[in-house]
């Protein structure tokens, strides 16, 4: 029985979780308001407020460091690497604390998640872990090529997430390894990742972050140049302005002033026929990335999986498959366990079935 702490923070909360083997004992989602926030000018500024925040989780758990046998995190914004389970190590913690906005232009929540993880480790001899980073990177060469010499295209996905859903497709419905077949995997959440896995690797995905591929509910997706352009250069924007403008401020939360869902489909219902034609046009633009992604797969797709917390919606899930139910099965995964898969990451370590790479 292998006992392990999961560290995942988010933009204004921290989830934390004990697991024995695959057996999640408790869990906490410490929400932090803008008011506590604030007093913060840079994430690592926020290290001490919330490893204390966690040890007091572990502390009101009886959760006893000593008797842990890994941390596990979520990997953050790093340099590109394959996906896998990696060792946490100070060149890691090096490139999350000062080399985030330097090589990706904004930084993450989950920056925290690997430093923090690695001083509790660290004061008790046991291995920290990070599992599957937002910056999986397995792009070939062909699909780096932007047009542009000095820009190349980038990988950064909800890896953790659709690999995990990835290998319970594989492994429920395809009776298959994960490595062994192909599939299109799209998460919907505040951003959305659609990725083409060929043989377990992500071989193209659209980079969701202030990247191209479709708008979400936070996040512009594809744009004009010749429009942004124009607006970098209208005296009305800082860069920073426009980062938050095209990172939280479009998508749904520009046109319908809310990125909520359900708020949407009731004005939906009521007859907003403005707010029935953005919703549609989400759906629809996250189609056309998922056909996209067939191409590159060269039409040999043996499924279609979406997951995150769009996949709940009817009405989002019925527009895709209309639009690409052709390529192949759908399969729906509504729910994400981000700790599941971090904790299951860490233990296919700890029994042996992988090694962990050096990062």
Not at 14 to 34: A, G, L, P
Not at 126 to 153: C, H, K, Q, W
Not at 225 to 238: A, E, H, P, Q
Request: charged share 25%; aromatic share 10%.
């Amino acid at each position: 029985m292998y006992n392990m702490l999961v560290i995942n923070p988010g933009s204004t909360s921290t989830k934390i979780s004990y697991f024995m083997d695959e057996e999640e004992i408790f869990t906490e989602n410490i929400v932090h308001t803008r008011e506590e926030l604030k007093a913060f000018h840079k994430m690592f500024d926020q290290f001490d407020y919330r490893y204390d925040l966690i040890m007091k989780f572990m502390e009101e758990k009886n959760i006893r460091p000593e008797e842990l046998h890994a941390v596990v995190a979520r990997g953050g914004l790093m340099k590109p690497v394959p996906a896998g389970t990696y060792n946490i190590d100070g060149s890691m913690i090096g490139d999350l604390r000062d080399k985030s906005e330097e090589r990706w232009g904004f930084e993450h929540a989950a920056n925290l998640a690997a430093p923090i993880a690695y001083k509790i480790a660290t004061s008790h001899g046991i291995p920290s872990f990070i599992v599957d980073p937002i910056t999986v990177s397995e792009l070939p060469p062909v699909a780096r090529i932007s047009g542009v010499p000095e820009i190349e295209y980038r990988s950064t996905l909800h890896a953790l997430n659709l690999r995990a859903v990835g290998r319970l497709v594989a492994q429920e419905y395809l009776k298959k390894k994960f490595d062994e077949v192909n599939m299109i995997g799209t998460h919907m959440g505040g951003g959305i990742s659609v990725a083409a896995f060929n043989h377990g690797k992500a071989v193209d995905v659209n980079m969701g972050a202030l990247g191209y591929g479709p708008f979400s509910p936070q996040r512009a997706g594809t744009l004009a140049i010749i429009d942004v352009m124009r607006l970098c250069f209208s005296g009305k924007y800082t860069q920073k302005d426009l980062m938050k403008k095209f990172m939280k401020e479009s998508g749904l939360t520009g046109y319908l002033g809310t990125d909520d869902a359900i708020e949407i489909e009731k004005r939906i219902s009521n007859g907003d026929e403005k707010a029935g034609l953005v919703y549609e046009a989400m759906a629809y633009g996250t189609a056309k990335e998922i056909a996209s992604m067939a191409a590159v797969l060269k039409g040999s797709v043996d499924g279609i999986f979406i997951t995150g917390g769009l996949a709940n919606s009817k009405m989002i899930v019925e527009t895709i498959t209309d639009m690409v139910g052709f390529i192949g099965k759908v399969f729906v995964y509504p729910s994400q366990n981000e700790m599941y898969a971090l904790a299951l990451g860490a233990l296919r370590v700890l029994k042996g079935e992988e090694k962990a790479l050096t990062y």
